[in-house]
C-alpha cells in the first residue's frame, strides 16, 4: 500500500487487512488517530504524561481485540470508548491511592489568555459534561457516536452538552465581565 492509497482507504477496510493478517495496516489507524485521541485525554485527565500512556494502552487494547470490533459502529468511537474506560478505571484507582494528577508542564509554563479561558470553562462544568464537550467540539464525534463511548442515553448526551455549553460559556464570560 502506497501512503495515498493508506490515507483513502476507509476505517473498517483498514481494520479488515488487519483480522485478515496484515497487522502493519493497523499503524494507518494510528497514524490517524493518535493526535485527536491524545488531544482528548490531554484535555480530560490534565497530564500529559498520563495521556500519552492512556493513548497507548487504548491503542494496544484495540490492537489485541480487533476482531472483535463491530463494523455497525465508526472505528474512532470505539477506540475513543476504550480509551475513555481505560481513563474512568485510572480514576477509579486514582481515588484509592489519592495521587493529585497534575501535569508539571502546567506549572512550568503558564498558559495563554485563550488557554485559561479553556480551563476555566472546563474548570466550570461536571467531568460527565467535559468528556461530552471535549469529544463533541475537540474530537469532531457527533452526539450519537459520543453515547456510544460513554455508554449513555442519546437525550442524557444532549442534555449534559447543553448544560456544559451554558456552564462553560458562563464561567468565560465570568472573567470578561
Request: aromatic share 6%.
Amino acid at each position: 500500500m502506497t501512503a495515498h492509497t493508506e490515507s483513502r482507504l476507509a476505517d473498517n477496510d483498514v481494520v479488515a487487512a488487519v483480522v485478515g493478517g496484515n497487522l502493519d495496516a493497523f499503524s494507518i489507524l494510528v497514524v490517524r488517530y493518535e493526535a485527536p485521541l491524545k488531544r482528548y485525554l490531554v484535555r480530560l485527565c490534565r497530564n500529559t504524561a498520563i495521556a500519552e500512556d492512556l493513548s497507548q494502552d487504548a491503542f494496544a487494547r484495540a490492537f489485541e481485540n480487533i476482531r472483535y470490533y463491530s463494523r455497525r459502529r465508526q472505528f474512532k468511537a470505539w477506540l475513543f470508548r476504550i480509551a475513555h474506560n481505560l481513563w474512568i478505571d485510572k480514576v477509579r484507582k486514582e481515588t484509592r491511592h489519592t495521587t493529585p494528577l497534575v501535569d508539571v508542564d502546567d506549572i512550568v509554563d503558564p498558559p495563554n489568555a485563550d488557554a485559561i479561558d479553556l480551563e476555566r470553562a472546563l474548570a466550570a462544568v461536571t467531568e460527565t459534561e467535559k468528556s461530552v464537550l471535549l469529544l463533541n467540539h475537540g474530537c469532531g464525534l457527533s452526539h450519537r457516536e459520543i453515547s456510544y463511548v460513554m455508554d449513555l442515553p442519546l437525550g442524557t448526551v444532549k442534555s449534559h452538552a447543553r448544560r456544559g455549553l451554558e456552564k462553560a460559556a458562563k464561567a468565560v464570560r465570568g472573567r470578561v465581565e
